[in-house]
């Protein structure tokens, strides 16, 4: 394995240096959104805080935090700190319900986020060399375009073959020997199954390396992903209000997600009290950036829950790692008071022999008690053995998810490929009690 690195200067940076470079362009970031952008004087005027009195990386504590209700008020451009004619591309969040968020980034931006992307998809081992397919929808969701302007920048051949028509995909991974895949990871399960499906065999293909991201995804799901398409999986986060993707990846050690931290400033904090949290601790992570010229966030709550691990990777880099998102504060599930978090039960099912990666969570509220139904793809030899057998593998899928999440579970085969396959960003969960 060769750990190389696109920015040595800022990927490998003694903390120190970077902490000033840090307190540097933080320092610029606040002024120009306390000039700029009128929600940030707000916010700060009634704090009765002055850019001038962040002097240390401990005094920025002090501001307050950015949410998502304030790029939702400030809708559609409300946010940004410098005139539209300087705006060359807008983007928008994936959200499902109401107005969008939307982002802008001017002509530097662009570069800037451009080179983080480049920075992750070389640590996952991306050069020049490399046919990055592109599976992810271009379009307003960040993640095409994000990686395809990496992919670029690292002088790799890019096929923006865009999300779905999936055996489309196969034939052209295939045919132009795509050795690098993007897409989101419950993609990658598609694309894997069809493959297996059409009998071919993923040692047969050139890919080498995935890198998926734009959701949550567990450990289990990598090892089902590595296996199906003979590669290994990359993990890479990032969110449209802060960029797109480029704020953290995994290097080729799969031991957690390098943030670019010469250009975010990462905090944990704890969800309900908004304090910030002691370094390893789990919470909600917080982030800031230091280099966005369109669209500055300062402290932006993200809702995605992780915790940040400060020793020094194998590969040299000396930035923060970040773990694996285990889910959104928002995601979390209240069934009968206990907080049960998606990522939990799809961890207990993958691991267990005959469930498959395809399943939906449904929750409802009979009589006032909420249940949880878990419906279910298995391998067709389970689905189609008789019925005792099929009784006590449900047996066991049920008391493993319950001795994980605590609150009991009705679980239910469903016909194989009868749950829907997503192109881009799965949906597992459909909450009824919402509904009604
Ligand atoms: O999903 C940006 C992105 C695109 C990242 C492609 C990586 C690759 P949004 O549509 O604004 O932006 O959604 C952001 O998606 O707050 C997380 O909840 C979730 N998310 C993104 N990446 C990961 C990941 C893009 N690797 C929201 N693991 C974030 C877990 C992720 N969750």
């Known amino acids: 394995m060769t750990d190389m690195i696109w920015d040595p200067t800022y990927e490998c940076m003694p903390r120190e240096d970077l902490e000033k470079l840090q307190l540097k362009r933080l320092k610029a970031t606040i002024h120009r959104a306390y000039e700029k952008v009128p929600c940030y004087k707000n916010k700060f005027d009634e704090l009765k805080i002055q ?148 009998g071919i065999n993923p040692k047969d293909l050139s890919l080498k390396v995935g890198l998926f991201g734009g959701e949550p995804w567990t450990e289990a799901m990598r090892q089902e992903i590595q296996a199906g398409l003979n590669i290994i999986a990359t993990d890479n986060y990032g969110l449209s209000e802060v960029t797109g993707p480029g704020v953290a990846g995994e290097c080729q050690h799969l031991s957690g ?49 992780t915790s940040l691990n400060y020793e020094k990777c194998q590969c040299g880099r000396t930035t923060i790692r970040m773990e694996k998102t285990t889910g959104r504060t928002d995601d979390m599930l209240i069934i009968r008071g206990v907080n049960v978090f998606p990522s939990q039960i799809e961890e207990a099912l993958i691991a267990i022999e005959g469930c498959e990666p395809h399943y939906l969570l449904v929750i409802d509220r009979q009589d006032s008690l909420d249940t949880l139904e878990i419906q279910m793809e ?19 899928v049920k008391k493993r998810v319950e001795s994980i999440i605590g609150v009991s579970v009705i679980v239910k085969l469903v016909e194989p490929g009868s749950i829907k396959r997503y192109e881009g960003k799965a949906e597992r969960v459909v909450d009824k009690r919402k509904l009604g």
């Open 257 to 305: 997600m390098h943030i670019s931290e010469d250009a975010f400033i990462p905090e944990i904090i704890d969800p309900d009290s908004g304090e910030v949290l002691p370094p390893g601790r789990m919470g909600e992570l917080v982030l800031t950036t230091l280099t966005k010229e369109a669209l500055p966030v300062i402290r932006y709550r993200t809702r995605d829950i």
């Open 51 to 198: 850019p001038e009195d962040i002097q240390s990386l401990q005094d920025f504590q002090k501001l307050p935090f950015t949410t998502k209700e304030d790029l939702r008020i400030n809708y559609p451009y409300g946010m940004f700190a410098v005139p539209l004619r300087e705006v060359v591309r807008i983007h928008s969040s994936s959200g499902t319900t109401g107005k969008p968020i939307v982002v802008g980034y001017t002509k530097n931006d662009i570069k800037t986020w451009s080179n983080l992307v480049a920075r992750f998809m070389t640590a996952a081992g991306v050069t020049d060399e490399d046919v990055v397919q592109i599976a992810f929808g271009y379009g307003m969701f960040t993640g095409a375009f994000g990686l395809h302007y990496g992919a670029e920048t690292i002088r790799a051949s890019v096929i923006p073959m865009s999300g779905g028509h999936t055996d489309r995909q196969i034939m052209i991974m295939q045919d132009y020997k795509s050795s690098a895949l993007v897409c989101t990871p419950s993609y990658a399960i598609t694309l894997a199954d069809r493959i297996k499906k059409m």
């Open 378 to 396: 298995v391998t067709e030899n389970i689905f189609f053995d008789e019925m005792k057998k099929q009784k006590s593998f449900l047996e066991i």
